[in-house]
């Protein structure tokens, strides 16, 4: 993982051809990288959402759905599939669902400039099912859309404002 490469794209979402080590934020003004959020609904009406481990560097503690970078060589749907598993245990491959739609971000004093793919999958799944990532997450709920607009209302669910349709039947 201390080696994990991302593609770069430029601002019309094509891939550059060059790439960047993860979490380096040295990027160039017009360039991206790629990252997905697998948002997972029960088959109840209900959305899976993990608390992050205090130790993160950034939002800990905060609420959100599971996500991360797309890999170099990889394409979103691939990732959001690892990404949901690696972060919930859940293999969502076969539910109903998938890609929504995506969103930019242009942070250029951060160096971080990023589009977003976001996915949806809806399946039956018991807790015995979930095998949380420890160092990612302190904790999970099956939460209604009134208790996720509450957390986004307190300020602690991650990209609420982004992806809020994803939440609307």
Do not use: C
Request: aromatic share 12%; glycine share 10%; charged share 30%.
């Amino acid at each position: 993982m201390k080696d994990e490469l991302w593609d770069i794209y430029d601002e019309n979402k094509k891939l550059t051809g060059r790439m960047m080590r993860r979490n380096d934020w040295n990027m160039k003004p017009g360039d991206y990288h790629l990252t997905v959020l697998g948002v997972v609904r029960h088959t109840d009406g209900r959305y899976l959402i993990t608390k992050r481990v205090m130790t993160k560097s950034w939002a800990p503690g905060w609420w959100e759905v599971s996500g991360g970078g797309v890999m170099a060589g990889e394409d979103s749907h691939t990732a959001v599939l690892r990404e949901v598993r690696e972060e919930t245990g859940l293999d969502v491959s076969g539910w109903d669902g998938g890609y929504l739609f995506s969103y930019r971000r242009d942070n250029p004093q951060e160096g971080d400039n990023y589009f977003v793919d976001v996915y949806r999958f809806t399946g039956d799944f018991t807790e015995a099912d979930l095998h949380l990532q420890e160092e990612e997450t302190d904790g999970w709920m099956l939460a209604d859309i009134g208790q996720i607009k509450a957390l986004a209302e307190e300020g602690i669910f991650l990209h609420y404002d982004s992806i809020k349709k994803v939440f609307d039947n």
